[in-house]
């Protein structure tokens, strides 16, 4: 990604992480596609005017981003 994950600076964050691959797998998935629905929601809200509403969705676009990757590292076993 370029940036260090917020996320992984948190306990959750890590756990998600540390779930095994057959876990983490389907989860990244259902997140990417949770991004994509929720940047066309941003695109539409934004098309009617309604700001509130498009940055509502361009946040969980991006929080679900975030948990995405998130879930793409692996943290070590034995450790944070």
């Known amino acids: 990604m370029g940036y ?3 996320l992984l600076q948190l306990d959750a964050g890590r756990a998600l992480a540390a779930l095994p691959a ?3 797998v389907p989860l990244e998935r259902l ?3 949770l991004r994509h629905q929720a940047n066309a929601e941003a695109e539409k809200a ?3 005017r309604k700001g509130p509403m498009a940055a509502y969705w ?3 676009s991006t ?3 975030h ?3 998130a879930l793409r590292q692996e ?3 034995g450790g944070s």
Do not use: G, S
């Open 67 to 69: 948990t995405a990757h």
């Open 58 to 60: 361009r946040a969980v």
């Open 31 to 33: 997140l990417r596609e």
């Open 22 to 24: 057959e876990q983490r």
């Open 63 to 65: 929080y679900a981003r």
């Open 4 to 6: 260090r994950n917020p």
């Open 75 to 77: 943290v070590p076993h």
């Open 46 to 48: 934004w098309a009617k």
